[in-house]
């Protein structure tokens, strides 16, 4: 079964008698009256079936991990042998097995690449054998509005593959629940898609539109393909060697209040979308600003509403941005009080100090001292509050979530550290309050990333440890001998297998 | 034969009951009196109007032949009080003579010429037991007397969130739920203790005559006085690493650390951040934050606080840089209506409505439409918690109070502004707004200026200007008007007036 990492993407359960009706009088259309393009399909035999293995680490406690869990999901291979699925059917596997159809021999995988903003994965098959009498798959376009496509897979566990048929309902974009932050284009369809589906194509005259990989769970037969446009892309940054991602602008908008259009002065004939904000670490810092209206992108222009027409489609500007490559370069048309201004901007990925993603790393850097467990903040130990993280986190992580700009203004911090949890002891047992604050200075020394907090230990104030916390003016006060003293004895009692883990903590 | 003794053992048993609460009801039914006001309690949300009108039912006591002391919050926005007695059956109506929205009592006052004798005052007795047997006296709207039992459980420090204000209550308890706001609470002997004061989830508190008796006392000066406040909060300094960093002596077992000072009330210029108290006008404090009172054993010291007046001066020692010290410390109070993100316990709210745009101040009152004081670290922008928790008794860098586009309502010459709500304001047309008061003038000297655009910045950057055309506002403010029926497009009440 693949697991779905959020509940607002739960896979919807099979078609219904209303379904099947919809989808008879979908193909009698197609059949008689042509309305849709005619479509060839042939069973591909490039499906496959894929088991895995994970383990997760406890955000709080990273050194102790969940029980094993065993999941299956789907994948195909394209032309050049690349096995594709979702990043979430294979993410933190310790063990990956892929299956053909037809084939009782389960072959051994690895993760090649991983991208968990697009919920993309390219598995390694050993085997030289695994690709014999396979036929890849190639991509096809992004499907038209209404048009009929096939979805193959293994849903819910099963051993034979399953096609069902669907139209595409809608081509939006909605927030991939992998990543829980990612906003990216997806095709909406209502072929019937459950678990398992996962990482399987999507097909429309034998060429892959898409890969199913989230559901609606409240709403009937809603189902999302990731489009073949973004595996293009995942594609394509493969090819040097690393994953890169989704680069971004760095701005924050807002459709064009109409009452702009005068008070900022734009020529009638132009339209737009309003500049709200530029982040300073994103590639358009100091070209852009607040209540400029940018117009056009790469020569598409820009409707009021946000939109460009790009390949026949209506699509937000954005897809631009996420055709494109890290580093690759976008003309910019917009205008500041009336003046037309134009500049080429070189897209980057903004390194934001508090990155609210899921990362899924295999494992996670802490270090602890005084029986104080440190780690990073992040998107893992924020999600770790529950399906509603963004409003039940401590308020502190929600200050910086929401406001990073504001209140991050140290430009020495590499990440915040947070003190995730006490292995209590008589001498440390007064810092269970703090648990969950962030560590602004230990012994006044600033704490700018986990590295920090070895080198802030050693510099004690006389006898004593003084950390300070974001947001609390209260001091948590450490005997320094008893802190190093207890310090293996504490490991030993609580069964942590080192003080640090250094790999992850550099 | 036997039958009928029986009956009549419980006849002559039951006669004398009757008999003996009907003693015990009987010195209280010229003392206690039913209260029912009517109330217009308004909608910080839709500022312009405000919630249906609510009838609230309650008991006062009284405290003169025409003073009837009761809570204050059973006459909170009322519109009309009236109190029924024993001895009349009309309702005759009182007024509002004082109110201490601290301590949430009220005195009203009757037209003599109303009353057909004058009301028995009571006096309260200081004199409490913790699990004494007890009755609540009340006068049902049929002019029954109605006692109910009950019994003291412990005395508890209960802090006000909203007012800041702590004092000595006692919890109750009884098996009756027939306990209402203000009612009379007796003990043996017809000792009057106090009133009742009900808390939420069906918990009720005693307000003692130590309280009562200093509030009639304060309400009798001119002006009259507030129960002074803490100006700082503290947190337990028990652990010995933690103490020793202060070099605290390890033979000194007192003291209780100084988390946060405030730039309201008592201690707000004599203390400091990082101090430890270790005794507050003769009373020692332990590293909990308690002291030992000689009749209720160990209590949070800030009840200490009700014991006092303000401007008093007492003498506190504390433990500062090192070194054991004592300073004089002057009692102090506020007025909730005074801090920078104030509780207006009376009152209309202030708000302007430009061109759909709903302009208010940041208060209390407006929070707690979103949600009660603990969902609002979840439910309000953590902008606003932020403010909110560093600025409840702090005053704010650059400004007195903030103002907030609340809402907007939809228009089209709003148009693309519909989603926002809550967003804390900068400027408008350039100008900083430091108070409601600058919003106002600048929203109506723009118009006036002939300038062709206001235009709204906020605290948070990423918040878009917002630009209202000054041309077409007089037309779209009187659609907005008739479309949303709002009778008057903004209301500034005096206390909004004052600043500059």
């Known amino acids: ?506 | 034969m036997s039958k009928y003794w029986v009956y009549c053992i419980f006849f002559v048993l039951f006669s004398c009951l009757r008999i003996c609460g009907a003693a015990s009801r009987e010195p209280f039914k010229n003392s206690v009196v039913f209260i029912k006001t009517d109330s217009l309690i308004p909608d910080y949300r839709r500022p312009w109007q405000n919630y249906s009108s609510e009838t609230q039912t309650g008991q006062g006591i009284a405290v003169g032949p025409y003073e009837i002391l009761t809570l204050a919050s059973l006459i909170q926005y009322h519109t009309l009080i009236q109190v029924q007695t024993s001895f009349q059956s009309t309702f005759i109506e009182a007024k509002a003579a004082q109110i201490d929205w601290d301590l949430n009592l009220a005195i009203l006052s009757i037209d003599p010429a109303a009353l057909d004798q004058p009301l028995k005052p009571v006096s309260f007795t200081k004199d409490i037991q913790t699990g004494e047997k007890l009755f609540f006296v009340r006068l049902t709207e049929g002019r029954q007397l109605l006692p109910v039992e009950g019994k003291i459980e412990s005395p508890e420090v209960y802090y006000n969130p909203l007012s800041g204000a702590s004092f000595l209550f006692f919890r109750l308890s009884s098996s009756s739920s027939q306990i209402e706001t203000g009612q009379m609470v007796c003990a043996e002997n017809n000792r009057v203790l106090g009133l009742v004061y009900p808390s939420k989830n069906q918990i009720n508190f005693l307000i003692p005559a130590l309280i009562l008796d200093s509030f009639l006392k304060r309400m009798k000066e001119k002006p009259a006085q507030s129960i002074p406040k803490a100006g700082f909060t503290f947190s337990a300094w028990d652990q010995p690493d933690s103490r020793r960093f202060l070099k605290i002596p390890d033979q000194e077992k007192r003291g209780v650390y100084l988390s946060e000072v405030f730039d309201f009330g008592t201690g707000s210029t004599e203390l400091k951040e990082g101090d430890v108290l270790l005794n507050w006008d003769g009373k020692d404090i332990d590293p909990q934050g308690m002291v030992e009172d000689d009749k209720w054993g160990k209590l949070s010291f800030t009840y200490l606080f009700s014991r006092s007046k303000t401007q008093d001066k007492v003498k506190v020692t504390l433990w500062r840089d090192g070194q054991k010290q004592t300073i004089d410390v002057v009692m102090l109070s506020f007025h909730t209506q005074d801090l920078p993100i104030p509780y207006h316990p009376e009152g209309e709210p202030a708000y302007i409505l430009e061109g759909g745009f709903l302009f208010q101040e940041l208060n209390l009152n407006y929070l707690r439409t979103i949600g009660q004081d603990k969902e609002w670290k979840t439910n309000l922008d953590p902008l606003i918690f932020d403010f909110l928790v560093k600025n409840s008794f702090h005053v704010f860098k650059d400004r007195e109070r903030m103002v907030l586009l609340t809402r907007v309502l939809p228009h089209p010459l709003n148009q693309g502004y519909f989603h926002l709500k809550d967003k804390i304001l900068s400027s408008i047309n350039g100008k900083k707004i430091r108070n409601f008061k600058d919003a106002f003038d600048m929203l109506s000297s723009g118009t006036k200026d002939q300038a062709p655009y206001l235009s709204v910045d906020f605290e948070d950057p990423s918040v878009p200007t917002v630009v209202i055309p000054v041309n077409p506002l007089k037309q779209a403010n009187l659609e907005i008007q008739k479309n949303y029926s709002i009778f008057t497009l903004s209301k500034i009440p005096d206390e909004h007036r004052g600043y500059d």
């Open chain 1, 1 to 506: 079964m693949v697991k779905v990492k959020d509940t607002k993407a739960q896979w919807h359960n099979g078609p219904n008698r209303e379904d099947f009706l919809s989808l008879l009088f979908i193909f009698c259309c197609v059949f008689f009256l042509g309305q849709a393009p005619a479509d060839t399909f042939t069973i591909p035999n490039a499906v496959i079936q894929i088991f895995s293995h994970e383990q997760v680490f406890n955000p709080a406690l990273p050194w102790l991990s969940s029980p094993l869990n065993a999941s299956s999901g789907s994948g195909f291979v394209l032309e050049g042998n690349l096995l594709l699925t979702n990043a979430h059917v294979v993410s933190q596997a310790k063990y990956i097995e892929v299956k053909k159809q037809n084939e009782a021999k389960r072959y051994l995988a690895v993760i090649k690449w991983i991208s968990h903003v697009s919920d993309l994965a390219i598995l390694e098959v050993s085997s030289s054998t695994f690709y014999d009498n396979l036929t890849p798959l190639s991509l096809g376009p992004i499907p038209k509005l209404n048009s009929i496509v096939k979805a193959a897979g293994f849903p819910l566990g099963g051993e034979k593959l399953s096609i069902t048929n669907g139209i595409v309902s809608r081509i939006d974009r909605i927030i991939y629940s992998h990543s829980g932050v990612d906003e990216h284009l997806v095709i909406q369809t209502d072929a019937a898609l459950n678990l398992g589906n996962s990482g399987g194509p999507v097909i429309q005259n034998d060429l892959v539109v898409g890969m199913a990989f989230q559901g609606l769970g409240t709403g009937d037969n809603i189902g999302y393909l990731i489009p073949s446009t973004l595996i293009k892309h995942f594609l394509q940054d493969i090819q040097d060697g690393h994953v890169d991602g989704v680069p971004e602008l760095g701005i924050n908008f807002l459709p064009l209040p109409p009452v702009m259009r005068q008070f900022l002065r734009l020529p009638q004939e132009k339209s737009g979308i309003l500049i709200n904000d530029v982040h300073p670490l994103g590639p358009c810092h100091q070209i852009l600003i607040k209540n400029d209206i940018l117009t056009s992108i790469n020569g598409y222009p820009i409707l009021d509403d946000g939109s460009i027409t790009l390949e026949g489609l209506q699509v937000a500007f954005y897809e631009i941005i996420e055709r494109s490559q890290m580093n690759e370069s976008i003309s910019l048309e917009w205008y500041r009080n009336g003046e037309k201004n134009n500049q080429t901007v070189r897209l980057t990925k903004i390194p934001f100090v508090l990155d609210v993603g899921m990362t899924y790393e295999t494992h996670r850097g802490y270090v602890i001292c005084a029986g104080l467990v440190f780690v990073k903040l992040n998107g893992e130990y924020m999600h770790f509050f529950g399906k509603d993280w963004w409003t039940q986190m401590p308020h502190p992580f929600r200050l910086l979530y929401y406001y990073q700009t504001r209140f991050n203004q140290d430009p020495e911090r590499k990440y915040y550290v947070v003190l995730s949890a006490v292995l209590k002891d008589f001498f440390n047992a007064h810092a269970a309050p703090f648990q969950n604050e962030i560590l602004q200075t230990i012994n006044d020394v600033p704490i700018h990333c986990l590295d920090d907090v070895k080198t802030a230990f050693s510099k004690s104030k006389g006898s004593f440890h003084v950390l300070r916390f974001f947001e609390n003016s209260t001091p948590l006060i450490l005997n320094a001998e008893k802190s190093s003293a207890r310090q293996s004895h504490l490991l030993k009692k609580y069964a942590v297998p080192m003080a640090m883990d250094q790999e992850k903590s550099q």
